[in-house]
């Protein structure tokens, strides 16, 4: 079964620390992964994205890397923000159309 | 904000009737998708609209409808509503229907099923 999965479902640092959350997936074939920061009440924006061939992305602060072997992603967020404060959505594309989406790991950074 | 509107915002509806609802795509892009996001879950995939055609569906049952007009606003219909139904709406919009294109999401709609 495709499947996403991320950890930890909910976390809480300081702010200026640094955080790593994780996604597992068994989606197969694989396209690409994303990464997407979703604030309260808004729809999602798209941080990152991988293909097979890639292992390491930036953007800004944030840093996602991919080990296609053993189907594991994570995000590295740097020196923390208030404004970091929001969900963050591993989605998994696989063939032309599908897009399987994890249930995001809630991250809150406290002043 | 990526230029991408929906509407309405919020909608409650009763069980067994009939919503719509509307995406305005950012200028240029020609593709969108439409998401379901549960309370506290990731959005799910409906299906996506690329130049007024259907170009790929999830695993919603055909009560989930959708229509792309030839501006590229696209529209979301949902018949014989269930609870389940109750949700946020989500769509996105691409320059075109590549895995790889970014797709740029509204705000969504928050549909509440009575």
């Known amino acids: 079964k495709n499947q996403v999965e991320q950890s930890p479902q909910s976390l809480i640092i300081l702010e200026g620390k640094n955080c790593t959350l994780q996604?597992?997936?068994?989606?197969?074939?694989?396209?690409?992964l994303r990464w997407y920061k979703q604030d309260t009440g808004r729809g999602p924006v798209s941080l990152t994205i991988m293909t097979f061939s890639e292992n390491t992305k930036s953007n800004g602060r944030y840093t996602a890397t991919l080990d296609a072997d053993t189907k594991q992603s994570s995000l590295h967020i740097t020196a923390s923000q208030l404004s970091d404060s929001a969900s963050y959505i591993c989605?998994?594309?696989?063939?032309?159309?599908?897009?399987?989406f994890g249930t995001g790991t809630r991250l809150k950074v406290l002043a | 904000e990526t230029g991408v509107t929906q509407s309405p915002t919020h909608l409650i509806k009763t069980r067994g009737q009939q919503v719509t609802l509307r995406c305005s795509s950012q200028?240029?892009?020609?593709?969108v998708s439409w998401y379901q996001q549960a309370l506290g879950q990731g959005p799910q995939f409906i299906f996506q609209y690329y130049r007024e055609e259907e170009n790929g569906r999830g695993n919603f049952p055909p009560r989930f409808s959708g229509l792309q007009f030839p501006n590229y606003s696209s529209e979301l219909n949902v018949n014989a509503l269930e609870l389940d139904d109750s949700a946020l709406y989500l769509c996105a919009s691409s320059f075109g229907r590549a895995i790889t294109d970014t797709q740029y999401f509204g705000p969504g709609t928050r549909l509440t099923v009575l």
């Open positions: 200028s240029g892009h020609n593709t």
């Open positions: 989605v998994v594309s696989s063939g032309t159309y599908k897009y399987i």
């Open positions: 996604c597992n997936y068994t989606v197969s074939p694989f396209s690409n």
